[in-house]
């Protein structure tokens, strides 16, 4: 008589929603989304380093080869996390066509740079009209900021905050992404938080 064996094979299933998330930036991005990651949250933020590649079409090119290799289950989802900057509208308009075209993929950009994302956590931006000012302004807040110093003790109670200064700059919502100041990466955050 032949018996089966009464131990089980490890399984690969997982119990918290993957936020896939590949952004321009190689350093600030990964620091801001990492506090996000935490033993007791529902989710898991997958980052896909960028290193020295970074623009636009990379960072698509980065996402669809990391969905080549894996495949994303029901509820996760897949980000791209971009700047306004210097791109063309032909540059951001094949990533938000990527976006549009599965439920659970997004684009969030921010105009003119991530740093005013980070900035709406504290004040509205009015006074910022350039990525330089930018800077400057989040510097008044966070005095030893630099792209890989993100102090999540700083922003992430802020979080709701910059949520809500987002919002009212979008405001009616852009379809796509903001054609002056303003960021749409307050679209990604609440479905993290």
Known sequence: M???????????????NM???????????PFYFAMFNDENNTIHIKFLPGK?????????????EF????????????????????????????????SRSKDNYGLAVSNPKFEFWLLLHFEDGKSV?????????LKRYIPNYSKNCVV???????????CERAKQKDSPPCSDWPRSKGSTVYRLVEKLI
């Open 129 to 137: 009209s350039t990525a330089t000012q930018c800077d400057r302004k």
């Open 52 to 64: 020295s590649k970074s623009a636009p079409e990379q960072v698509l090119s980065r996402m669809k």
């Open 152 to 162: 999540k003790k700083h922003l992430f109670p802020l979080v709701p905050d910059a």
């Open 2 to 16: 032949n018996r089966r064996s009464l131990t089980r094979k490890p399984g690969k299933r997982r119990y918290k």
């Open 67 to 98: 969905l080549r290799r894996e495949r994303l289950q029901k509820d996760d989802e897949a980000w791209l996390v971009v700047d306004k900057d210097q791109w063309e509208d032909d540059d951001l308009q094949k990533l938000y066509e990527w």
């Open 19 to 29: 936020y896939v998330i590949a952004a321009e930036g190689s350093t600030t991005e």
